[in-house]
């Protein structure tokens, strides 16, 4: 086990892209997100418990995970076109934004974080297949600094990437 070391305290920073995949499933190329003030990844368990019957208190004896997964959690600051297509389920074309147009109610493409932190490791996450849900208001009228909050579920990408399919993260060394 390695000793206590601060320099391994984290105050992340970093820049947030995605690359939107078209209605064939195909990518359109990687965008930077603009200002992200925060990017979480959230592990998921499903389990399922089993009591003992054998005596008049039931006790636990077993329990074993049905599914796991992963989420991301991240807000954008910017209200580019782009973004705005994202967030209220929509398609660009020119200047318009066409509300509720994606293929299937769905944003579907790859996340990539990279970080650059004030203090800590760096480092590079790459999710493969995310399908994106936008969970804020969009807001045109505020006396506060707009914004526009998503969810993403990490979906399972077998066959692009068999040995890692869900995504990766990679500690930038030396950079």
Known sequence: MEAHNTGLYTLGKGILSFDRFDDDGLPTGLRDLGNAPNFTLTPTVETLEHFSSREGLKKKDLVINLSVGVSAKFTLEEYDKQNLAMALLGTVSG???????????????RLEFVGNPSTGP?????????????TSEVAFISDDWGKVDFEAEIESDDVGHPTNPYGLINEMVGS
Do not use: C, D, S
């Open 122 to 134: 760096k480092f590079h996450v790459t999710l493969w297949k995310v399908n994106l849900k936008p």
């Open 95 to 109: 200047n318009i934004i066409n509300l509720l147009m994606a293929t299937g109610g769905q944003v579907k493409g």
